[in-house]
């Protein structure tokens, strides 16, 4: 079964030294779709034959629990792309320093990271293209080495 295939991977990922955060989400994957998480029993009228379904982890990093909104959201900013214009990704990026901070802070440090980036985004282009500026912004929490704090 591929679940038990990843889970090594995991296991030796964690025992590396990932930060608690990290652990703490890889530890509610590893229990999706488990007893551990209660799930429902399901009986067929008809047979009488019975059914467990149990729980998923309800985590943002499952794909099963936010795929579907990921996928949504993608959907959703599509539908605002025009044809014939050029779209530019721009990253922001927190200095490793405010890393405790903002795991202490979240919502804070994301609104004021947020606001700054939009504010910065925007004088420039109206000074240095002349026009007004429009964004979807993203918060990732994670590098791409899935490095979120320090241990």
């Known amino acids: 079964m591929v679940r038990l295939g990843a889970a090594q991977y995991v296991a030796e990922y964690r025992d590396r030294g990932a930060c608690y955060n ?13 007893s551990a998480l209660g799930g429902h029993k399901y009986q067929c009228d008809t047979c009488e034959s019975t059914c ?15 795929g579907s909104k990921r996928y949504d959201f ?3 900013a599509g539908k605002l792309l025009l044809d014939e214009v050029d779209y530019y990704q721009v990253v922001f990026t927190l200095p490793s320093q405010l890393s405790r901070l903002a795991l202490s802070n979240r919502e804070s440090l994301a609104d004021l990271l ?9 004088k420039t282009i109206r000074s240095e293209q002349g026009y007004d500026p429009a ?12 490095v979120v704090c320090h241990s």
């Open 22 to 34: 990290v652990q703490s989400v890889l530890a509610k994957l590893s229990l999706r779709r488990t």
């Open 52 to 66: 467990h379904v149990y729980n998923s982890c309800g985590d943002r990093h499952c794909n099963q629990c936010s």
């Open 74 to 76: 993608a959907e959703r």
């Open 114 to 122: 947020f606001r700054s980036a939009w504010k910065s985004l925007r």
């Open 135 to 146: 964004a979807i912004m993203v918060l990732h929490t994670w590098n791409q080495k899935l």
